[in-house]
């Protein structure tokens, strides 16, 4: 059984830039959740998606934007970087939607 | 949305049982209590979950007393490697399952 993961692991990038990050969930899971997590704080949900269709959204503005596909792979997509939105950025997947989730290692992102 | 206060740390010795209380006074009735681990550098990790009562599993056990006003989280015998930050969450009753993640208790495992 594979687990979760995510690429790339390392990302520097300009603010104003655009940035995609990408996730595979685990086997046989159709949920796929995004979090960002700032150095010393927990992780803030961003969104979710269930069988294909975004299915919740945290407290980010509209330049976060998602995509979930037929394979339950997804993207998370940031438009006009902002320095605060370097972070470690999350992935967590789960059979149906449930409180048990299982994390990818993430993707640290670093706007300069 | 029931918000959930933790310590921020906590210092124990190897082999010592450790226990990590939360508090979640607004705690709905349909919510169910869960506990994740997180290392430095990587994403968190599922522990156990909950709703009353007591679980257990072999990793942890969960108290949750009558009330559900609070529940304590007991890991049994730590070791060096169980030094990382714990973060109680409730679940949230609508539809979309998000974690909202407070920020967590350090645990320090000393030798």
């Known amino acids: 059984e594979t687990g979760v993961t995510q690429s790339p692991t390392h990302l520097i990038k300009t603010r104003g830039q655009q940035v995609t990050l990408r996730c595979s969930s685990q086997s046989g899971h159709n949920t796929v959740s995004w979090y960002q997590q700032a150095l010393g704080q927990g992780p803030q949900f961003i969104f979710q998606?269930?069988?294909?269709?975004?299915?919740g959204r945290g407290n980010f503005p509209p330049r976060f934007s998602g995509l979930q596909f037929p394979n339950y792979s997804s993207e998370l997509n940031v438009n006009a970087l902002e320095l605060d939105d370097s972070a470690l950025y999350l992935c967590?997947?789960?059979?149906?939607?449930?409180?048990?989730?299982?994390f990818g290692p993430g993707t640290r992102l670093t706007v300069t | 949305l029931a918000k959930t206060t933790q310590p921020i740390s906590m210092d124990s010795y190897e082999g010592q049982e450790v226990n990590i209380t939360c508090s979640h006074n607004n705690i709905a009735t349909n919510d169910y209590i869960t506990w994740y681990q997180q290392f430095p550098s990587q994403g968190p990790r599922f522990i156990i979950q909950?709703?009353?009562t007591k679980v257990t599993n072999e990793v942890a056990s969960l108290f949750i007393p009558a009330d559900r006003k609070s529940s304590t989280l007991s890991l049994p015998r730590v070791s060096l490697s169980d030094t990382a930050v714990y973060y109680c969450?409730?679940?949230?009753?609508?539809?979309?399952?998000?974690?909202?993640f407070g920020s967590g208790t350090r645990l320090l495992v000393r030798p």
């Open positions: 909950g709703y009353k």
């Open positions: 969450l409730v679940g949230e009753v609508d539809s979309s399952y998000k974690l909202i």
């Open positions: 998606y269930y069988r294909e269709e975004e299915n």
């Open positions: 967590a997947s789960s059979l149906q939607l449930a409180l048990e989730q299982y």
